[in-house]
């Protein structure tokens, strides 16, 4: 009975997080039921495991597709700060020049 309850509430605690309110109202005991609606209700909850294993799938595309993204621009930044520290490098010398010629007038 104790795997019964611990099932029920893991689906009803994941139904409320990804806010599927049809899951965590369908998730109660079966004690008391009737064998015909007990049939039934085990039909539901199958749907509803599966779609719970659908938007889990669907999110983790999601997250997998923002993580390539992001990946991406880390690789843009990095070469964006190259390319800023390379133009430091080459402009330290020239405003070295200019503020030379402009010492020595």
């Known amino acids: 009975m104790s795997c019964l309850l611990q099932y029920l509430s893991l689906v009803r605690a994941v139904g409320s997080i990804l806010e599927l309110s049809e899951v965590t109202e369908s998730m109660k005991s079966m ?5 015909d609606e007990r049939l ?3 039909a539901e909850r199958e749907q ?3 779609r719970i294993a659908a938007v889990l799938r669907v ?8 993580d390539e993204l992001l990946q991406g621009y880390e690789k843009d930044l990095a070469k964006l700060r190259s390319a800023e520290y390379t133009v430091c490098l080459h402009l330290v010398p020239i405003y ?6 402009y010492y020595f007038l």
């Not at 004690?31 to 064998?35: F, G, I, L, M, R």
């Not at 999110?59 to 923002?66: H, L, W």
């Not at 070295?96 to 010629?101: C, D, I, L, P, R």
Request: with cysteine; glycine share 0%; aromatic share 0%.
């Open 31 to 35: 004690a008391h039921v009737p064998h």
């Open 59 to 66: 999110t983790k595309e999601r997250i997998e597709r923002k």
């Open 96 to 101: 070295a020049t200019k503020n030379t010629k």
């Open 40 to 42: 039934r209700i085990v």
């Open 48 to 50: 509803h495991c599966e």
